[in-house]
């Protein structure tokens, strides 16, 4: 028996994926839109695939990766989420996802990911792959983990919802230090602008 689970907190992804898992032989699908029902159904029903976003909210979709794959060992993670920024999808494969696909991607490209994924093969958009690719002979498969402290404090209140001059004065610096490290730290993530930052720091779980 095919078994599949897909984690995602919105209906229509259940659905739009469910559809494409039947027409690929899955003939279980089970369906979560919360980290503690994923786990209770990845427990009791080893799923051979999840299919699983990280925009859940909480305490994030990277963060369930382990805790998934501790109930069901056997199972292949697709990560299938909006997020393309390759810290993400680098940080992904190192929890241990066979997989990452983003959401703007066309259905040939879903089943392509879990075909790939049945053969015990890593799938990566070709974006991704080459990015991630050069990350790793740069050394830094996991840019979060580059960060100094002080960028780490400054992400970490930007996704508990602080501005710049609150940052600023939680930390004792001063406003120009918070908006130089806010600046520091969109270049060594790769992304444009503050909105990004702030989700970078929620789906990483450092709320």
């Known amino acids: 028996m095919n078994r599949a689970l897909i984690i995602d907190d919105h209906p229509v992804t259940h659905i739009g994926c469910g559809q494409l898992l039947r027409d690929l032989g899955y003939d279980t699908i089970h369906e979560a839109m919360t980290d503690r029902e994923a786990y209770r159904l990845a427990e009791a029903h080893r799923p051979g695939l999840i299919v699983l976003d990280l925009g859940l909210p909480g305490a994030g979709g990277l963060h369930m990766i382990g805790p998934l794959l501790a109930r069901a060992p056997a ?13 993400f999808a680098a940080k992904a494969l ?23 994924l049945e053969r015990g093969e890593i799938f990566l958009s070709h974006a991704v792959a080459v990015a991630v690719a050069a990350m790793r002979v740069g050394g830094t498969a996991d840019p979060l983990a580059a960060l ?8 970490r209140l930007l996704g508990r919802g602080d501005d710049l001059q609150s940052i600023a004065d ?7 230090t918070a908006a130089n490290t806010s600046s520091a730290l969109k270049r060594k993530l790769g992304v444009r602008n503050t909105s990004e930052l ?6 990483a779980g450092m709320r």
């Open 170 to 176: 939680a930390l004792c610096i001063s406003y120009k």
């Open 94 to 116: 190192e929890e241990g996802a066979r997989g990452y696909l983003s959401k703007n991607s066309a259905p040939e490209e879903f089943v392509a990911a879990v075909e790939t």
């Open 198 to 203: 702030i989700r970078v720091s929620i789906e």
């Open 148 to 155: 100094s402290e002080r960028e780490h404090q400054v992400l």
């Open 75 to 87: 199972a292949r993670v697709l990560v299938f989420t909006m997020n393309e920024q390759t810290v």
